[in-house]
C-alpha cells in the first residue's frame, strides 16, 4: 500500500508541477497581455490606468502598424513557401539515393539546432558589402558591377536578404518531416503505377503528394505559427531598417513595449498578431486538410 501511495503522491506532485509551470509562463502572460490590452500601461510611469479601446483604435490609426502587418505577412508566406517546397525537393532527393541518407539527412538538420543570434550574426558578415563573403564570390565570377551589392542596407533587398538565411537555416527541420513521411509510402503503389505505365510525374502528384500531404500540413502550420512571430533575425541584422523596410509586427511590438515603454498598445498589437495567427493557421489546416473537410 505504501509503495502505491507514493506512487500516488509522486504523480500528484508531477501533474501539479507542470499546471502550475503551464499556468505561470503560458496562460498567465497571455491573459496579463490580453487585460493589459485594455489598459494605459505604462512601467516607468507606474501607470496601470483603465484606457477601453484606445490601444487598439491608436494601433489601427497607426499607419506604421498596417506597413508591419504587410512585412510580418510577406516574411512568413515567403519563408514558409520557399520552406515547404525546397524542404520537399531536397527530401525527394535524399530519398532516392542508395547511401549516405544519414549522412544528407544530419548535414540538412545541422543549422535548424545552431543558435539563431549565431547565424544571423554569420549571415550579417556574409552580407557585409565590403569584405563579405557572398559580394567577394559574385565579383570573382563578374557577376556584380562596380558597386558593391549592400544586401542588408538596401530597401529592396533587406526583406529577400532575411528571408534568404532564414530558409537556409530552417529548411533542414522540412527536409527531416518530409523524408519521414516518404519513408511512410508503401512501395506497392510506386509498382503498381509503373506497371500501368504512369511516369515519374504523375507518381509524385498522384501518389507521393497525397500520400505526404499530412506532413505538408505539420510543417505548414508550423512555420506559420513560428514565423509570424519571428524577431531575433530581424534583431540582430537588420533592427527594422532600413527605412522600416524590415519592420515587422514582432518588432513594433519590441519598440513599442522596450524602446517607448508603451506596453498597452504592445499588448493590443500582440493580442492581433495572436488573432491573426489564430486565423491563418485554421484558414490553412481548412485549405491542406481532407477533402472533406476534416
Do not use: C
Not at 493580442?271 to 486565423?279: C, G, P, R
Amino acid at each position: 500500500w505504501s509503495r502505491l501511495a507514493s506512487r500516488r503522491v509522486f504523480l500528484a506532485a508531477s501533474i501539479a508541477f507542470v499546471l502550475l509551470f503551464y499556468m505561470a509562463f503560458q496562460v498567465f502572460p497571455i491573459l496579463l497581455t490580453f487585460v493589459g490590452s485594455f489598459f494605459h500601461w505604462s512601467p516607468l510611469q507606474n501607470r496601470f490606468d483603465a484606457a477601453g479601446l484606445a490601444n487598439y483604435r491608436s494601433m489601427l490609426a497607426d499607419p506604421l502598424f498596417a506597413k508591419a502587418l504587410w512585412l510580418n505577412l510577406y516574411f512568413t508566406f515567403g519563408v514558409v513557401a520557399l520552406r515547404t517546397v525546397i524542404g520537399l525537393a531536397i527530401a525527394l532527393a535524399i530519398a532516392s539515393v542508395w547511401m549516405g541518407k544519414g549522412f544528407f539527412r544530419t548535414v540538412y538538420f545541422l543549422p535548424v539546432i545552431a543558435p539563431m543570434i549565431a547565424v544571423s550574426l554569420l549571415w550579417e558578415q556574409l552580407y557585409d558589402p565590403g569584405f563579405g563573403l557572398i559580394n567577394m564570390t559574385l565579383h570573382a565570377f563578374g557577376l556584380m558591377g562596380e558597386e558593391p551589392i549592400r544586401w542588408l542596407r538596401d530597401t529592396d533587398l533587406a526583406m529577400p536578404s532575411v528571408i534568404i538565411m532564414t530558409v537556409w537555416k530552417e529548411v533542414g527541420y522540412a527536409v527531416v518531416i518530409f523524408l519521414a513521411a516518404l519513408a511512410g509510402v508503401p512501395r506497392d503503389l510506386y509498382e503498381a503505377a509503373r506497371i500501368d505505365g504512369a511516369r515519374r510525374s504523375q507518381q509524385f502528384w498522384l501518389i507521393t503528394l497525397p500520400m505526404i500531404k499530412p506532413a505538408m500540413v505539420f510543417v505548414v502550420i508550423t512555420s506559420i505559427i513560428s514565423y509570424l512571430q519571428a524577431f531575433g533575425q530581424i534583431f540582430i541584422m537588420t533592427k527594422g531598417g532600413p527605412a522600416y523596410a524590415t519592420f515587422t509586427t514582432v518588432y513594433q511590438i519590441f519598440d513599442e513595449a522596450f524602446v517607448l515603454y508603451n506596453f498597452g498598445k504592445a499588448s493590443a498589437i500582440s493580442m492581433t498578431l495572436f488573432a491573426i495567427t489564430l486565423v491563418l493557421s485554421l484558414a490553412s489546416i481548412r485549405i491542406m486538410g481532407d477533402d472533406d473537410g476534416r
